[in-house]
T-cell receptor, first 116, second 111 residues
Framework: DTGVSQNPRHKITKRGQNVTFRCDPI?????LYWYRQTLGQGPEFLTY????????KSRLLSDRFSAERPKGSFSTLEIQRTEQGDSAMYLC??????????????FGEGSWLTVV | DAKTTQPNSMESNEEEPVHLPCNHS???????IHWYRQLPSQGPEYVIH???SNVNNRMASLAIAEDRKSSTLILHRATLRDAAVYYC????????????FGTGTRLKVLA
C-alpha cells in the first residue's frame, strides 16, 4: 500500500503525558498536512509543510502542539501535557505540488487519541 | 477562510441518482473545487475535483456552475456503500494550501 500511513492508529494516554504521532506521506509528495477532527465535526486544519518548511500554523495549535518534518519526508506531531480536550482523531494528508493537477490531497486513516 | 455551504443531511433510495449541492460564493478564479467523502472511523477519501468544466470519473460526476459559485456532486446510482459524510472544500482565501472543511452533508441511503 503506497497511501499515507499514520502511526499509531490508536493511543490512550493519561492527562499530562506527552504523545507523538508519525505520518509517512505518499512517496514524492512535497506537501504534508495535519488536521484534527472531533466527533460530528469536519476536519480542522492544524498546519502544513512544503518540503521541510512549515508554512502555516492554525491558531488551534497551542504552544503544547508542535509538528516537524525534518527531511521533507515523514512528519511528527507532538502534543505535550495532554488535556482531555485533545481527545480527537489526528489526520495527516499529503499532496504533490508543482503541477496543474489541482493539488489533490490524500488522507491517511487517522490516529485516534484518547486522553483519560 | 474560504467558505462552503452544504445541507446537513440528505437521503436517497438505493439505485437512484443523488445530487449533493455545495455553495462556494467566495471562490477565487484559480481555485479547484474538491469533493471528499468520509466513512465512520476513516480518513476522508478523495472523490473528484474540478476547476470550470464538468468532470466525470468512476466514482461520480461533478457539475460546476458557470459562475463557479456552486457545484453539485452527482452519484449516478447510490448504493449502501455510498452512505457517508460528503465534503466540498476549497483552499483558504489567502492563497496558501490550507484547505477548509465545513461540516459536510451526511448522506443516508435507504435500501
Amino acid at each position: 500500500d503506497t497511501g499515507v500511513s499514520q502511526n499509531p492508529r490508536h493511543k490512550i494516554t493519561k492527562r499530562g503525558q506527552n504523545v507523538t504521532f508519525r505520518c509517512d506521506p505518499i512517496s514524492e509528495h512535497n506537501r504534508l498536512y495535519w488536521y484534527r477532527q472531533t466527533l460530528g465535526q469536519g476536519p480542522e486544519f492544524l498546519t502544513y509543510f512544503q518540503n521541510e518548511a512549515q508554512l502555516e500554523k492554525s491558531r488551534l495549535l497551542s504552544d503544547r502542539f508542535s509538528a516537524e518534518r525534518p527531511k521533507g519526508s515523514f512528519s511528527t506531531l507532538e502534543i505535550q501535557r495532554t488535556e482531555q480536550g485533545d481527545s480527537a482523531m489526528y489526520l495527516c494528508a499529503s499532496s504533490f505540488g508543482g503541477s496543474e493537477s489541482g493539488n489533490t490531497i490524500y488522507f491517511g486513516e487517522g490516529s485516534w487519541l484518547t486522553v483519560v | 477562510d474560504a467558505k462552503t455551504t452544504q445541507p446537513n443531511s440528505m437521503e436517497s433510495n438505493e439505485e437512484e441518482p443523488v445530487h449533493l449541492p455545495c455553495n462556494h460564493s467566495t471562490i477565487s478564479g484559480t481555485d479547484y473545487i474538491h469533493w471528499y467523502r468520509q466513512l465512520p472511523s476513516q480518513g476522508p477519501e478523495y472523490v473528484i475535483h474540478g476547476l470550470t468544466s464538468n468532470v466525470n470519473n468512476r466514482m461520480a460526476s461533478l457539475a460546476i456552475a458557470e459562475d463557479r459559485k456552486s457545484s453539485t456532486l452527482i452519484l449516478h446510482r447510490a448504493t449502501l456503500r455510498d452512505a457517508a459524510v460528503y465534503y466540498c472544500i476549497l483552499r483558504d482565501a489567502s492563497g496558501t494550501y490550507k484547505y477548509i472543511f465545513g461540516t459536510g452533508t451526511r448522506l443516508k441511503v435507504l435500501a
